[in-house]
């Protein structure tokens, strides 16, 4: 690819700023209409590749495919990333900034100087002092998360069309909608998409490759109180709300929390709490990287509740666990040769591979459970779901050079 002309960087600083928020509290798919904004515009580039087939469907799906160029043996590999960003930080009126050469000086961002990006609290920006570093410019995330996926993909679809010498297998690719809010995969069509594995677009750090994630599950505890005149309730009312507030308390604060735990340690995090005199809920999000701890984490949450309504006679709860995903790894474990062709496309680009879990999940972690095995490739997005989010313009290169190894490898002699 020495003598190609990226576009990865014009691309990102396109995408980035149309806004694409999904939206937690919306029953729709997508759950926001403006993802369709997007994903139009990729269609349209598509189609004016030549890509023909290229689509966008009821659910905010685009489906694209590049035919084999060789009569070789070769699986159909899938590149997948999603169009939408996290509604933790605006993603409205985004102002890409590019900082060529970076030198290692703080960056401090011209919309709100408060918002400095620094190699103190970004360590890996130290070790890309030299390259291109986009960031926004203050009052809302960046995007790259995962915009930087949907360009490195864009990119390599133009460097497949506009090198046909290039051998390779036929290339299926997808751009889902609301990853960020769990709901990634959950129309995509899988016959429709016929591929034999593939890998996510949404990574970190150059050189890493992720082939697990958590497992997860959603956990909703409930309390049911009892309702009473206030001027007459002693003995007789019990406030669901005080009984959930005892429940939280007995908590622990220093352990079981994402706030506490790293590697692989697992935790139990609640984000959001409602109700009222006569019932209140408290919703969690439960993780692990073995899926049968999740069970012991939901059995000591019911432990936590009997004790908290033992305290308040009269009060009930229930528990409701919902499976969001699972570990990617118990899918890549025994189809091994996914992950061992990424290794080498990594060495072949000139990386030392360093394989990583994902403390979190990816479209992939649920792929890989619905027949398509999907480990998860570095595209350079850092400081994700805040303002200080940026990314570097050869850390996109160097994946779409990875991707394109992918697929060079993948041809059988």
Not at 388 to 409: F, G, P, T
Request: charged share 25%.
């Amino acid at each position: 690819m020495n003598n190609y002309k990226s576009s990865v960087a014009d691309r990102f600083m396109r995408y980035v700023q149309v806004d694409t928020t999904a939206d937690p509290n919306s029953d729709t798919q997508p759950s926001s209409m403006k993802q369709k904004d997007l994903s139009r515009m990729l269609v349209q580039e598509l189609l004016e590749l030549g890509i023909s087939d290229a689509h966008l469907d009821e659910h905010g799906y685009v489906y694209a495919t590049i035919e084999a160029n060789t009569n070789k043996t070769a699986p159909v590999i899938c590149f997948c990333a999603h169009v939408d960003t996290a509604p933790d930080c605006s993603g409205t009126d985004v102002k890409p900034i590019l900082h060529k050469n970076y030198t290692g000086a703080d960056i401090v961002l011209p919309d709100d100087e408060s918002v400095v990006i620094s190699t103190s609290r970004h360590g890996y920006l130290k070790e890309r002092i030299g390259d291109d570093i986009i960031t926004a410019s203050g009052k809302t995330l960046l995007g790259a998360d995962d915009k930087a996926g949907v360009a490195i993909i864009m990119d390599l679809a133009k460097y497949l069309v506009e090198n046909p010498s290039v051998e390779h297998g036929k290339v299926r690719i997808i751009f889902t909608p609301d990853e960020e809010i769990g709901r990634g995969v959950n129309k995509i069509d899988m016959a429709k998409l016929a591929a034999d594995f593939g890998y996510t677009l949404d990574g970190g750090e150059r050189g890493h490759l992720e082939g697990e994630s958590f497992s997860a599950d959603g956990c909703t505890v409930s309390f049911c109180g009892i309702s009473a005149h206030p001027g007459y309730a002693k003995n007789k009312m019990v406030n669901a709300q005080k009984v959930a507030a005892y429940f939280m308390s007995l908590l622990p604060a220093d352990t079981w929390c994402p706030e506490q735990t790293e590697g692989y340690e697992g935790f139990v995090h609640p984000v959001h709490m409602e109700g009222g005199l006569e019932e209140a809920k408290v919703q969690f999000i439960v993780r692990d990287f073995v899926t049968a701890k999740l069970a012991e984490y939901e059995a000591r949450l019911e432990t936590l509740a009997q004790e908290a309504i033992a305290k308040f006679p009269g009060a009930t709860y229930s528990i409701k666990v919902q499976e969001q995903y699972r570990n990617m790894r118990e899918i890549l474990d025994q189809q091994p040769h996914v992950m061992a062709i990424a290794e080498e496309a990594y060495k072949l680009s000139g990386l030392k591979p360093e394989i990583k879990n994902i403390r979190g999940g990816t479209d992939g972690s649920r792929l890989s459970f619905m027949g398509l095995p999907c480990p998860n490739i570095f595209t350079g997005e850092m400081g994700i779901h805040s303002k200080q989010e940026y990314v570097s313009v050869q850390d996109m290169e160097k994946a779409v050079e990875v991707c394109a190894n992918i697929l060079a490898l993948s041809i059988k002699a």
